[in-house]
């Protein structure tokens, strides 16, 4: 039994796919740039890719299948404030990424107007559409605001299917960032952007200072790296799970992702722990989080079944883990905004 919204729900099914938002589907301000006159004049198209049509239909139902799904506000509103620093300080050539700190001041008031907790909307099967792939596509608000909300690459939906009290099938849809993709998008030099990047319009000389710039910034990145990871090893010698101390294998993981967070969390050791490999990825990814009182939370969007494989026990006291105050506050926002809820 899990509880969203102030409602009661059991949990079915865990959708297998992530759903990666495509730049296709995406409102043409979120969409990037491109030096096709087609792109230009593209708004987005509705439909969503969902996974094959076999796929798609084993978890909403059978061909030309209604589905009744929901988001909920505060999910969009920790969204929205998580993706704020990509609006900000963007790593793709949005087109509408002049006006992109306007925007999300716009999106957020309109998200923060909403009435309901509970924004629902229902998708429908595209099944007149050829070919073995699945897609869907509604007219609901909740579903153009997902349209409206994602940027391409850097954002992903997870589903799981419920059932509520009287038994009925739903589905909670639930927007996340990428922060993997935004931190390789923002080592890549402007030069190899889509579409026309700044470094076109400049003299030879403009270029070559601009890169030199970027090629200073990603060694300065990679030093910092390298200083919080000594600092880190300093508090946290071994990793809590296993308890390995070789530091050939362990990752220093930040809490507060390196993508979003600025420069004095970056090299924040009380940023991070020590982890082996598979919890790094975990934890990295949102699938485990931890309390302040040092247990370890899993995400239900993990299968009992691969749980089980990897000995992971929800709750379970982590006595060797590292917790103080500083630490308290990463891990707040970890939970918030990086755990799979």
């Known amino acids: 039994m899990i509880q969203l919204g102030g ?19 995406v409102v043409r301000n979120n969409k990037i740039q491109t030096t096709t006159d087609r792109a230009k004049e593209s708004h987005g198209e509705a439909k969503l890719y969902i996974a094959s049509k076999d796929t798609m239909r084993e978890f909403y139902g059978q061909e030309g299948f209604h589905a009744v ?6 999910d969009l509103v920790n969204y929205l404030n998580t993706l704020k620093i990509e609006y900000l300080n963007p790593s793709q050539n949005y087109r509408g990424m002049e ?13 923060n107007s909403l009435q309901d907790e509970i924004i629902t909307f229902e998708i429908s099967d595209q099944y007149q559409i050829k ?21 391409p690459l850097v954002s992903y939906i997870l589903v799981k299917k419920l059932s509520d009290t009287t038994g009925s099938e739903l589905y909670y849809w639930k927007l996340f960032v990428d922060f993997e993709a935004i931190e390789q998008m923002k080592s890549i030099p402007t030069v190899f952007t889509y579409g026309k990047s700044k470094l076109e319009t400049q003299t030879s000389e403009e270029a070559e200072k601009q890169i030199e710039e970027e090629v200073k910034s990603i060694k300065r990145g990679r030093d910092g790296q390298q200083k919080y990871r000594e600092k880190l090893l300093e508090q946290c010698p071994f990793c809590p799970f296993t308890m390995v101390a070789d530091d050939r294998l362990l990752i220093a993981s930040h809490i507060k992702p390196w993508a979003i967070a600025n420069e004095k969390e970056r090299i924040d050791p009380y940023n991070g722990y020590m982890l082996t490999p598979t919890y790094d990825r975990l934890f990295d990814k949102g699938f485990i989080t931890f309390t302040e009182d040092r247990h370890v939370h899993i995400s239900n969007f993990l299968s009992s ?7 992971l026990e929800d709750d379970k006291f982590i006595q060797m883990l590292p917790m103080d105050k500083k630490r308290i506050a990463y891990l707040e926002f970890h939970r918030k905004t990086v755990f799979k809820d």
């Open 69 to 74: 799904c929901f988001m909920l506000k505060q």
């Open 305 to 311: 079944r691969t749980c089980k494989q990897l000995g």
């Open 7 to 25: 409602e009661k729900f059991n949990l079915v099914d865990v959708f297998p796919k992530v759903l990666t938002v495509p730049d296709s589907f």
């Open 131 to 151: 070919g073995p792939r699945g897609y869907v596509n509604s007219p609901d608000m909740g579903y153009q605001l997902i349209r409206e909300l994602s940027l």
């Open 99 to 111: 006006n992109f700190s306007a925007l999300w001041e716009e999106r957020m008031n309109k998200i």
